[in-house]
T-cell receptor
């Protein structure tokens, strides 16, 4: 398996623009996680899905952020409108879902909002 | 709720020297404990995990960690560091039922030749 795939790897956009980050989890994994990593706040869990259903989105910073998982092989994290403080590295991870399984992280998307 | 503290933001060691990265957690019962490593420009990778049983856990890349309940600690160790070990190391803790770990702020390891 190719591992967790994220696209794009780098995104530079202007404030106010819509940004969509994409993730393809490892086939057969039931859990999908979206994290944000910044120097100031470290690694934060934004939202996670189980079998395509959002379970906990309490980490989503505000209504400008939304995440979807239309099927088992694809998820998106959307920011609309984007702001400079959204600049961060966004990670997607997936897990087989059998209790405390290892989370497999993608390489991340580095987002810069100017 | 559980919490995890990594007291050291940066650690610098010489290649070949031993290494210990500290991790302290706050949780009433026996937690689920993890160490992840993040190489530059990459995602996190699991080094090892502790759920129960032997308190000394062996992981990949020659790392080990010891769970000490009395000290609420789960420190990561390696007897001889290689230059390729330079990375960011994250301790994570979870409580039964939620299955979602909380990550520490990370410790950046710098290895001098």
């Amino acid at each position: 398996d190719a591992g967790v795939i994220q696209s794009p790897r780098h995104e530079v956009t202007e404030m106010g623009q819509e940004v969509t980050l994409r993730c393809k989890p490892i086939s057969g994994h039931d859990y999908l996680f979206w994290y944000r990593q910044t120097m100031m706040r470290g690694l934060e869990l934004l939202i996670y899905f189980n079998n395509n259903v959002p379970i906990d989105d309490s980490g989503m910073p505000e209504d400008r952020f939304s995440a979807k998982m239309p099927n088992a092989s694809f998820s998106t994290l959307k920011i609309q409108p984007s702001e400079p403080r959204d600049s961060a590295v966004y990670f997607c991870a997936s897990s087989p879902g059998t209790g405390w399984d290892e989370q497999y992280f993608g390489p991340g998307t580095r987002l810069t909002v100017t | 709720a559980q919490s995890v503290t990594q007291p050291d933001i940066h650690i610098t060691v010489s290649e070949g020297a031993s290494l210990e990265l500290r991790c302290n957690y706050s949780y009433g019962a026996t937690p689920y404990l993890f160490w992840y490593v993040q190489s530059p420009g990459q995602g996190l990778q699991l080094l090892l995990k502790y759920f129960s049983g032997d308190t000394l856990v062996q992981g990949i890349k020659g790392f080990e960690a010891e769970f000490k309940r009395s000290q609420s600690s789960f420190n990561l160790r390696k007897p001889s560091v290689h230059w390729s070990d330079a990375a960011e190391y994250f301790c994570a803790v979870g409580e039964g039922g939620s299955y979602i770990p909380t990550f520490g702020r990370g410790t950046s390891l710098i290895v001098h030749p």
